[in-house]
């Protein structure tokens, strides 16, 4: 396993250890990983979907979904920092989606933000017939740790 997180002197716990199983090698090319093993864990944050909403909950960039699938992780990463958390911790990512070939097509320029950031997660991309409002495209569901 490899530290993800350097010891927090404040509170004196010990790293974070997060291990990518993978038995295979194609998922490398979307980023994500099979499973992930965490270990030392002190905190659990379970995100609800986060969807291409304004602070009012009102739908942005109807249409497009490059626009919502970024729109959604922004909202995501917000969630995240309130919890004094990044996009680092994320160790699952499920997508859903009304358009599973549009949310491929987007995957690794809005993906690519998490990897960036050093996040390693599982995931599941999944294709579903409606969203909670009619013209959102894509939700996104995740839970980190630290």
């Given amino acids: 396993m490899k530290d993800r997180h350097a010891k927090n002197p404040k509170q004196g716990r010990a790293s974070v250890k ?10 490398d090319q979307f ?7 965490v ?10 979907g ?12 109807a249409g497009d979904l ?3 699938f970024r729109a959604a992780l922004d909202n995501l990463e917000t969630v995240l920092k309130k919890a004094g958390l990044t996009l680092r911790n994320i160790v699952r990512l499920n997508v859903y989606t009304t358009d599973v070939d549009g949310v491929v097509e987007h995957w690794n320029s809005v993906m690519g933000r998490v990897n960036e950031a050093g996040g390693r997660y599982a995931s599941t991309l999944l294709g579903v017939a ?3 409002f009619p013209d959102l495209l ?3 569901e995740a839970t980190a740790v630290e």
């Fill in 39 to 48: 270990s030392a864990a002190q905190r659990t944050l379970y995100c609800a």
């Fill in 18 to 27: 997060h291990a990518a199983i993978n038995p295979w090698t194609w998922q």
């Fill in 50 to 61: 986060q969807t291409s909403v304004d602070a009012e909950g009102k739908v942005l960039h």
């Fill in 66 to 68: 490059g626009a919502q």
């Fill in 138 to 140: 894509v939700e996104l």
């Fill in 130 to 132: 409606r969203l909670a």
């Fill in 31 to 37: 980023g994500f990983s099979q499973a992930i093993e």
